[in-house]
């Protein structure tokens, strides 16, 4: 059975090892708060100090980070960094949901030292990631990608692969920015309808029922509705990810006006309250009694 290492375990990383313990393997894990380690160690994974330690002898190596600038460091940091760790021929699949600059740069970085490098973010939040039921969007050689077939699956309901490096990177954005989106408007148009003093829940309903609203936008109207904003894609988040795709379009020379606005509507939520609760309290800037509801 290959030998594991996985950086990194938030909410997202700490579920999806759960699901490589549940497969019978035995991850070696790193967590900057190492008591969010606990639980797993108590079902068999060995916790490791530092993410070197964490990856030394794995043959395939997964994080899970916030962002960049921790990406930047847990894989890169010459006295405690996982590549500086790793062995040749061994393979980093980066989870986390990061620039495009960054994770060509980091791919680089990667296959200097003989490592094979795959981004493979995912698309779903806590309950999917508890279920085993993420979407992975690898970008990979196809060489690479069925090496770590095996264990995505494990983690994962259905498994993508975009391209070359950077193309799972890239459509995570690009998923993230859409949806995100959609459920911006959607937010509008509800607190439009309220004050209209019409019935925004038949309105909604009716809405869900034509081609031109997705099944994930009729879900987050509907928890807009319902008052629903506890966390599982904070609106932190929300305006980091468009900051990352903003970043990764200018870099590319591609305008992105419409990300940028939404951006700032992001932005905005979070300077009046709303940075920790989900993405659905982006209503709450428009509907009627929002502060009250949920």
């Excluded at 003989?114 to 979407?135: H, N, Y």
């Excluded at 690009?174 to 459920?183: I, P, R």
């Excluded at 590319?252 to 006006?257: G, L, N």
């Excluded at 419409?258 to 905005?268: F, V």
């Amino acid at each position: 059975m290959e030998k594991i290492g996985f950086l990194g375990l938030g909410a997202m990383g700490g579920r999806m090892v759960e699901r490589l313990l549940d497969a019978g393997h035995r991850p070696s894990v790193w967590n900057r708060t190492p008591e969010r380690a606990a639980p797993l160690s108590a079902r068999g994974a060995r916790v490791a100090a530092t993410p070197g330690e964490a990856v030394a002898g794995a043959s395939i190596v997964f994080a899970m980070l916030r962002d960049d600038a921790a990406s930047r460091v847990v894989w890169t940091d010459e006295k405690q960094g996982a590549l500086a760790a790793m062995e040749k021929g061994a393979f980093a699949v980066e989870c986390s949901t990061l620039s495009l600059p960054w994770t060509r740069e980091l791919a680089a970085t990667a296959g200097a030292r003989g490592i094979d490098f795959i981004d493979a973010p995912v698309v779903g939040s806590r309950p999917q990631a508890e279920a085993g039921a993420l979407r992975f969007l690898v970008g990979g050689s196809s060489a690479s990608f069925e090496t770590v077939r095996p264990l995505l699956a494990a983690m994962g309901g259905a498994l993508h692969r975009a391209g070359e490096q950077g193309a799972g990177c890239a459509l995570k954005l690009m998923v993230n920015g859409l949806f995100a989106s959609q459920l911006a408007v959607m937010a509008e148009l509800i607190g439009f309808a309220q004050k209209a003093g019409l019935d925004a829940n038949q309105l909604i309903s009716i809405i869900g029922e034509t081609p031109v609203c997705s099944p994930a936008t009729l879900a987050g109207a509907n928890a807009m509705l319902a008052g629903q904003w506890a966390p599982q894609f904070p609106i932190d988040l929300v305006h980091k990810d468009f900051g990352l795709l903003c970043r990764s379009a200018e870099a590319a020379a591609a305008p992105v006006p419409s990300a940028e606005a939404m951006r700032a509507i992001y932005a905005a939520a979070i300077a009046e309250g709303f940075s920790d609760d989900n993405i659905t309290a982006i209503a709450r800037r428009y509907m009627e009694d929002s502060a009250e509801a949920g």
